[in-house]
């Protein structure tokens, strides 16, 4: 896969790429990362990329020409071809989530344009762009980071990116929960035990007693991810005692508490 960012701010995308599974990704060919100054394609001599907003308004939006000669550029022309996709990063965007990394996954190349100041002229989403996305609900400074964001959740999904055993166990795992708690040496930490359950070599109840822990914890944390879970028999018995415990426990019965010391 082929990714061209699209920025005013080059030198931000140095660092962040050059590590770990992207850092591979690349030297390994399964992925190329071109970063293009949007400033070589603006058409005066100052460079300008952005101008005030008609209408009036605080701060400059950025021009469409610099973006539209920028993609038209890469693309070879002003069709764009049904295996890239033109990601306007904007907060007015959907928001990103699993599916979409999927779905982005399986294309050839993607083209991420990174806005900042005020916004991005409303043209470039409807007549550019294929697609606008936001990586969630808080305000960040640009589109940088998450392009960067966009970047890695899709190459780790790229064949061979990851080892086999992690891009294995992916599959493995009912979707949808959050992660059971992970421990490692030493068993005590400064009085701090690790659960005896898993230094017993019952793998069965290993098992499931890690299901249990990333049901609870996604019932505290995350109950919105519940309610779209993909569960089986045994999760919604897991759960249902989870919840006859958490019951039990609100009645103040203290056979169902936890041992303190
Ligand atoms: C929604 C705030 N806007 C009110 C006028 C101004 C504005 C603030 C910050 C416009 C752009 C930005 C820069 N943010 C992005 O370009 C951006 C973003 C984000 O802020 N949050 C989550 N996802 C994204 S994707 C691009």
Redesign the pocket.
Known sequence: MRFDVLTIFPGMFRGPLEYSILKRAQDQGIIQIHIHDLRDYATDKHRMVDDRPFGGGAGMVFKPEPIFRAVETLIGGRSVPASTAVIL???Q?RVFHQREAERLSRMERLILIC??Y??VDERVAEHLATDE????D??????EI?AMVIIDAVTRLLPGALGHHASAQRDSFAEGILDYPQYTRPADFRGLKVPDILLSGHHAEIERWRRRKALEKTLRVRPDLLARAHLDERDRALLDEIKAEQASRRRGDPSTDKPTA
């Not at 996305?133 to 969630?136: D, K, L, R």
């Not at 808080?138 to 589109?143: A, D, F, K, N, V």
């Open positions: 990063l904007s907060p965007g806005g900042r005020e916004g996305i936001s990586i969630g808080y305000i960040l400074t640009g589109g998450p």
